[in-house]
T-cell receptor
């Protein structure tokens, strides 16, 4: 399977703390994306990082990419209860028009 | 606002009774995707259309079919739903570029098979 792996599978933190999720993938990529999914809803795109980038920021989100290790991390700073959701990384596997999703991390932020 | 719309949000069908799920988009994207997502799992791509070109994933069962009559609409037909087909079905779109860009997802249709 080309599917990526994410860890941890589940993460519970208090509001205001930082949350870090990790993603590992298997094939070469052009870019890596992170999506959020609230319970019972569709996925929402958060951020995209290209293979020639090492770090990217968007608001409270910070993404890093290490292509030599085939891994990425998503950091959410100063978490809020509204950040409670599942987070998925997704890669293009070096191909076009298709995304390969990781297994996801379920984040619970306690108020 | 431009968006991806899925109807219905919840669908109940009987074992073996054909069902159709629909997706429409106002983004004018030329690529449309159907994913199946089971509880606590990652979305699994079933197939996608690039314009009118249909691209089936190798492990998508024959029970699943799709139609795209125009740019805006795409349908997922399940010919004989089994209990194992109960899942969330997600439609997504993207604009074709040389390198995969962002996909825009609809809210999903949750299918229950009785």
């Amino acid at each position: 399977s080309q599917q990526g792996e994410e860890d941890p599978q589940a993460l519970s933190i208090q509001e205001g703390e930082n949350a870090t999720m990790n993603c590992s993938y298997k094939t070469s990529i052009n870019n890596l994306q992170w999506y959020r999914q609230n319970s019972g809803r569709g996925l929402v795109h958060l951020i995209l990082i290209r293979s020639n980038e090492r770090e990217k920021h968007s608001g409270r989100l910070r993404v890093t990419l290490d292509t030599s290790k085939k891994s990425s991390s998503l950091l959410i700073t100063a978490s809020r209860a509204a950040d409670t959701a599942s987070y998925f990384c997704a890669t293009d596997g070096g191909a076009t028009n298709k995304l390969i999703f990781g297994t996801g991390t379920l984040l619970a932020v306690q108020p | 606002d431009a968006m991806v719309i899925q109807n219905p949000r919840y669908q109940v069908t009987q074992f073996g009774k054909p069902v159709t799920l629909s997706c429409s988009q106002t983004l004018n994207h030329n690529v449309m995707y159907w994913y199946q997502q089971k509880s606590s799992q990652a979305p699994k791509l079933l197939f996608h259309y690039y314009d009118k070109d249909f691209n089936n994933e190798a492990d998508t069962p024959d029970n699943f079919q799709s139609r795209r009559p125009n740019t805006s609409f795409c349908f997922l037909d399940i010919r004989s739903p089994g209990l194992g087909d109960a899942a969330m079905y997600l439609c997504a779109t993207s604009s074709r570029t040389a390198i995969q860009e962002t996909q825009y997802f609809g809210p999903g249709t949750r299918l229950l098979v009785l």
